[in-house]
């Protein structure tokens, strides 16, 4: 084979395809598919990846690779196939396909320089940022605001280029190790012949004679509590010798995690398990939805598949929710399979998740537990595939590539021939409605372990506090539910959704939201032309004065921040001790983990926080939760605004109560009538599901249709609109007549970085040639994407419709 197929890292649209590139003498043999490659392109060099080799190809005068960047394959086959398919699903470039499924450190890093080809003057705003040097960083031209249209003339007569340097930002860390370098009976000698004031040096030889394999030359010096400078002697006279050898960067110490054994099965997790281990039995693919209410030991279901799957040589992948893969999540995986484990984690150094990568390359681990991207894990036998709270749309890469992670862990269940489990409380809309109708198969757990009730849950009207003259974010309730558990040195958890921040207008006094008319759709407040639109369909409201239910004139924002709340605790309750966790307080490296430890050692009496609270956590004294603004989802401008709030009231709720000590749950609202305010009170997903669906079913929202997002942006608005209602057209007249494409309605967040951002949004229930057509409308605005500053994004399975 003499001629290699290559992807090349240019994304953009004329080079998504593959190049052939003739195998120089002495590469020959060594490349491999997977592999990546320094290719020239043009007058630059840049970084490929080897798709495929062969001895034909339908172009004379090849180019010959340049070099090699790997020893071994960092893609294997599987992934080369499911890159192919990913970037046809969700219409982006190969190179970004294969990209997203490497650790950050593999992506190649370009140093892109502008060199001077000419003394010759050039137009006097390129010659005052080349200030008489001969070379300089692009990033130095971008950052200075140089223009384009000079350079790109420039370059066309030859006076300036573009010089591309590619740099592998790869690092193995080295360690100095010491051995002995002498038989033990000869450092025996030695250590008879020492003087008597050699201590140290005694001790050492005493520890080589006894362990004669080679120690981390820093663990032996903590070990002996010695200094280098005994060892140096010894190291000298050549009795020990010393070299360097590549470690692993090891974040999760195993030692640190005691052993854990399989529990007995309940009925019910029995009755879940059995149809995955016969599916594993009969190396069989099929994915199943696991409904089990919080706290029902869904774990030990997974955690007892995959031992199955490792008994049978297997591998497993399982994805958790970034935010909830704390340490005692990871504790859990760690302490069944100890370092047959991987973690990858983004909390991780860019080092750190390379290291964990390569175990898995090297199959070293059995087991990868990690966050959406773990769905790539290079593993060649999968046995199942695992992903927890399914219904977080975390599991969305809300960039290039577009995909899902569920999605991505189905279609390498098929090649793998094994079972995907889906495992949530509060599954998604889109997979209960599957289960239903039998594409996935069901399991439930509706107990809790030990038969725990759920925790009972008090709703609070806000709007009864308003009129009680009570203007504290602290309904009464609560107040007194706190001071009770204050009292009895018991914990609590209290929660504040801070997203939807102030996009939202409510009254105070009756709670009523503005709604879009055509969308059942809250209304976005627009600060510039002090309105309110809807984003979807592009309607549009003066602001009002006064309550349109109630005429009342406390019409307002609404939205309140975490710091903002552990202030007013403070002041009203000084006895309490508060930890608060957001993102402010979470960003140093293991402070997540410093912060949960403290509160599980009962140096705090309440963990205040967003999100990253909601999930995961089991804390046996947490005997309160409190949601002190449960509308601050509900009225986010999306048609999964209920569902995410059920399923976020649910999971909150699921923290309390989950051993011996009952449970409650306080939920702050304006609109306690809500179903799904509602429905979560009463733990009822059955009746939210049915409710819910008829909703979707009447506005034409997912699983009934089927949204595609378009969004563009420019720096220039007249243009942005003028484009987007082009594409509104186009698609209208390429696509069926019953497909509706809504639009062109400026995005939630209108101007971002000065771009302003238009969308338009296709709903359908069958559009076999939609891809096809959107791949003409791009491939229509090409040249202005490139050359004009024009971009349009398009997500055809859109969770943030902002
Ligand atoms: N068969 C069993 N026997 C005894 N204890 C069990 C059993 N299965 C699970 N548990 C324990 O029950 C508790 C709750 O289980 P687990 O956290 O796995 O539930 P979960 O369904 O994953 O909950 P959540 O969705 O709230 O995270 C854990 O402390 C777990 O160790
Ligand atoms: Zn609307
Ligand atoms: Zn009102």
Partial sequence: MNIAKVVVDVPASQTNRIFDYK?????????????????????????????????????????????????????????????????????????????????????????????????????????????????IPYEEFVSRDGSFYHLQKAIDQGLIEVSYQVHSRETFKKETMIAPNRESF?????????????????????????????????????????????????????LLREYKEEVYRNPYKEDKYPKTTPLQLTEQQENSIKPILSTIEKKSHQVFLLHGVTGSGKTEVYLQSIQEVIKKGKEAIVLVPEIALTPQMVERFKGRFGS?????????????????????????????V???????????????????????????????????????????GEQHNCP???????????????????????????????????????????????????????????????????????????FLNRRGYSTFVMCRDCGHVIECPHCDITLTYHRSKNSLKCHYCGHEDDMPTKCP?????TIRFFGTGTQKVEEALNKLMPEARVIRMDVDTTTRKGSHEKLLNQFANHEADILLGTQMIAKGLDFPNVTLVGVLAADALLNLPDFRAAEKTFQLLTQVSGRAGRHLLPGEVVVQTYTPEHYSVQLASEYDYDSFFQKEMEIRKTFQYPPYFFLTLITVSHPNQVKVIEVTKTITKLLNKHLSSQTRILGPTPSALTRIKDRYRYQCMIKYKNEPNQRKVIKKVL????????????????????????
């Fill in 549 to 553: 239910s109630c005429e009342s004139d």
């Fill in 779 to 802: 491939s229509f605005y090409q040249k202005e994407i490139q050359k004009n500053d024009l971009l349009i994004s398009v997500d055809l399975q859109p969770y943030q419709l902002m």
């Fill in 340 to 368: 047959e484990v991987a973690v990858l984690h983004s909390a991780l150094s860019a080092g750190e998740k390379f290291d964990e990568w390569r175990k898995i390359q090297r199959k070293q681990v059995k087991v990868v």
């Fill in 370 to 412: 990690g966050a959406r991207s773990a769905i790539f894990a290079p593993l060649e036998n999968i046995g199942i595939i695992i992903i927890d709270e399914e219904h977080e749309t975390s599991y969305k890469q809300e960039d290039h590539p577009r995909y899902h992670a569920r999605d991505v862990a189905i279609f390498r």
């Fill in 420 to 494: 995907v489990v889906l495992g949530s409380a509060t599954p998604a809309l889109e997979s209960f409605a599957r289960a239903q109708k039998g594409v996935y198969q069901l399991l439930t757990i509706s107990k809790r372990m030990n038969n725990a009730v759920m925790p009972k849950v008090k709703l609070v009207d806000m709007r009864e506090e308003l009129h009680a003259g009570n203007r504290t974010m602290f309904s009464r309730q609560l107040m007194k539910d706190i001071e009770e558990r204050l009292k009895r040195k018991e914990q609590m958890v209290l």
């Fill in 186 to 238: 000869l450092l025996d000698e030695e250590l008879a012949n020492l003087p008597k004031q050699a201590i140290k040096q005694a001790e050492i030889l005493s520890y080589f004679i006894e362990h004669p394999q080679a120690i981390l030359q820093k663990e032996l010096l903590s070990l002996l509590d010695t200094s280098r400078s005994s060892l140096k002697v010894l190291l000298e006279r050549k």
């Fill in 23 to 135: 195998i120089p003498e002495n590469f020959q043999g060594s490349v491999k598919k997977g592999m990546r490659v320094i290719v020239p392109f043009g007058p630059r060099k840049i970084m490929g990846f080897v798709l495929e080799l062969t001895n034909h190809s339908d172009f004379d005068r090849l180019r010959f690779i340049d070099d090699l960047m790997d020893v071994t394959p960092v893609l294997t086959e599987e992934l080369i196939n499911l890159g192919k398919w990913l970037s046809e699903e969700t219409l982006s470039y190969y190179i970004s396909a294969f990209q997203v499924m490497l650790p950050q450190v593999l992506k190649a890093k370009y140093k892109k320089e502008l060199q001077r080809l000419t003394e010759e003057e050039l137009p006097e705003i390129l010659e005052i940022i080349f200030a008489n040097r001969d070379v």
